[in-house]
């Protein structure tokens, strides 16, 4: 698996959030409010707040991760 700058860095800035809550953006335009829950060579696992269930994404479809310190 390949990842791009731009993935790596909200990959790294979901690591860093520490269980908190975040917006996260990904490549097929969908909009969540997540919450990091763990990861795999290829995958993550986040708790979507919106909808209220654990989901996986991609590492490869993140696109953009907002999260205010």
Do not use: P
């Not at 390949?2 to 097929?28: D, M, W």
């Amino acid at each position: 698996m390949k990842l791009n700058r731009k993935q790596k860095t909200a990959l790294n800035v979901i690591r860093g959030t520490r269980g908190r809550f975040f917006g996260l953006k990904t490549t097929q335009g969908e909009t969540l409010n997540a919450q990091f829950r763990g990861e795999t060579e290829s995958y993550i696992q986040i708790f979507d707040r919106n909808n209220g269930n654990v989901r996986r994404f991609a590492k490869t479809s993140l696109d953009k991760v907002s999260f205010g310190k």
